[in-house]
């Protein structure tokens, strides 16, 4: 494993957590536009992570992407 893949699947994990978090929060309607802005930010920053990792993996890194994303 790479720094970089190292360093992508932490932030994948956080991403994870955040998410869970999130759909916890909107579940128990106590989601708030704070939590939803960080969120948007947190989630801004790992699409750029990914397209940087699958633009040095070699194009596309095998990624296919579903059109329900």
Same mark, same amino acid.
């Given at each position: 494993?790479?720094? *970089?893949?190292? +360093?992508?699947?932490?932030?994948?994990? *956080? +991403? *994870?957590?955040?998410?869970?978090?999130?759909?916890?929060?909107? +579940?128990?309607?106590? @989601?708030?536009?704070?939590? $939803?802005?960080?969120?948007? $930010?947190? @989630?801004?920053? @790992?699409?750029? @992570?990914?397209? $940087?990792? +699958?633009?040095?993996?070699?194009?596309?890194?095998? $990624?296919?992407?579903?059109?329900?994303?």
């Amino acid at each position: 494993m790479t720094k *970089q893949s190292a +360093a992508l699947a932490v932030r994948l994990r *956080q +991403a *994870q957590w955040l998410l869970d978090e999130l759909a916890f929060d909107a +579940a128990a309607d106590r @989601l708030n536009t704070q939590q $939803i802005a960080e969120a948007a $930010i947190t @989630l801004s920053r @790992l699409t750029t @992570l990914l397209t $940087i990792h +699958a633009t040095s993996s070699g194009g596309n890194a095998g $990624i296919t992407l579903g059109t329900d994303l």
